[in-house]
């Protein structure tokens, strides 16, 4: 009888100790569902596909029909550029497009995340 007793008072302290309550403290508890940037990034250019400089940019900095700028944005589209260092050329307006394109797409993800509080600190 003795070890039987044992045996249970054994199992009842080994239970008591791992089966506390669930802490409140969300720190500790894992998201459901992990960040994944370049998931994030990936919606953000195919939202972007179908869209024009005019649409994205501002058109007051073109000079006619803003196809330098168009050109840009769409060689970045083309070429998957999502930073702003990546965007090179002769052409002002092409760079400033590809630029218009690079920050759209950061301007997403940035967006999907609740925004950046250092964005907007930098803005002001």
């Known amino acids: 009888m003795t070890r039987v007793s044992a045996a249970i008072v054994t199992s009842v302290l080994l239970c008591l100790s791992g089966c506390s309550e669930p802490s409140n403290d969300s720190a500790a508890i894992p998201s459901a569902e992990p960040f994944d940037k370049g998931v994030t990034r990936e919606r953000a250019v195919a939202e972007l596909r179908e869209q024009t400089f005019e649409e994205v940019g501002n058109t007051e900095t073109c000079t006619e029909d803003c196809g ?4 840009g944005f769409d060689w970045a589209k083309d070429h998957n550029i999502t930073d702003e260092a990546e965007c090179d050329g002769n052409s002002q307006s092409f760079v400033e497009g590809c630029q218009t394109y690079a920050r759209a797409v950061e301007g997403a993800v940035d967006e999907e995340l609740g925004g950046s509080d250092e964005d ?5």
């Open 68 to 71: 330098g700028h168009n050109a």
């Open 120 to 124: 907007e600190s930098a803005e002001s």
